[in-house]
């Protein structure tokens, strides 16, 4: 390749030499043209260089396209060349900033809106890691979605996420729901910013406290007497009967709402006289493997025949059908475990009790089965509620206790029954 040393100008370039491939400036250092391949019977493109070596001898060398002959005045060129020769001189690598600038420039012009990176957000990441991915895909169709989904990320500010999409929650009295959709956009923001969506996430630095407020744990557990308040009012104030055997389960059994609502005929053993709840409804990491055993006592067997005889004609798998799905056959799916903390919310001044969750029904047995009249020990009631034992008894405590769960469930379901008339 045949290189020269003359000045760079118009005539220069514009009458290179067949044999010449590149011609470096006789005035600024580093500055040189390099001429393309001749194609029929066109000029060859020219391209302009500056070329540099940042950090001495053995630091990096860099070749930093300036444009083409023809595409870009000469003289622009030279007053950009000196410019960035100051700035070298001054340290700044000028091609790294201007890879930063074109790649800020990419995300500028090719930005996706927050909904597209909410869909690969629960593709990728919350279908795969979520045992309960349906959760956040109703959260933010009910809450973020609507209000800033067609935004462009190159466009959302913190502040349009806190006034359109957080402050409202809160504001209709749901500061822990506000806590939980910001701990989902930051996670799902981060993931913007791995796959090279976003420059950074604008809620780093977003505090919980400062959106949703300090969150204390419930520690709500109804009394005896509120119990039978609840269960002798709930038939009279036209909640459906799914919803109220759901109920009296949590509250007979101690397990957790989606491991009632969801809960099939076939995993009742009457027999050996046993539910047991499969994996994927036991709260554990998605790919966990631990069942849960429910010893089945006689206040149980009451309240299942008498759902089988309720909904018969549906011919369900489910205990709990529900019979007022959208896409499919009533029975064809069991009530949403939301029906639960949905419909005591709607009734809650008219059950006469101070405001309680189902998931309080399941502490309140726990509380119950430790009064005197039953008087469990703590280790048979963790193992009721299905808790891994800690520390030392984790690792050497394997028993399962299962004769005295069952004695616990049946003295308590007993008290139950014989004060409480609508659990006959």
Known sequence: MATVKILLSESTLSNVPAQIKRINDTKLSGFHARIGKVVGSSKPRIALYLNYRLGGAKGKQR???????????LKEVRKEVESLKGKIAAGEDVYETKQLSIKQQFIEDHSPTVELL????????????????????????????PLIGAVKLKDITRRDIISKVLDPITDRGSGTQANKTLSILKQMFDFGVDRDL????????????????EEKSRTRALEFEEILQVFERLPKLGVSAQVIYALKFIVLTGCRPQEVTGAKWKEFDFNKMMWTIPAERVKQKKDGDRIHKVPINPNM????????????????????PSTTCINVKPGEQPIDRHS???AINRKHKELGVPKFVPHDLRRTLATRLGDKDIGASPIVVEKILNHELQGVQKVYNLQEYMEERRQALLDWGTKLTENVISFR
Do not use: H, T
């Open 63 to 73: 070749n930093y396209l300036l444009g083409y002959f023809g595409e870009r005045d």
């Open 118 to 145: 909410f869909s690969e957000f629960l593709k990728r990441y919350i279908k795969p890691k979520r045992k309960d991915p349906d959760e956040i895909e109703r959260m933010f169709a009910k809450d973020v979605l």
């Open 198 to 213: 976003l420059q950074g996430n604008p809620l780093a630095s977003l505090k919980r406290k400062n959106i949703g407020g």
């Open 301 to 320: 067997v009451i309240l299942l025949d008498e759902l089988r005889a309720a909904f018969s004609y549906l011919s369900s798998e489910y205990v709990f």
């Open 340 to 342: 639960l903390s949905k």
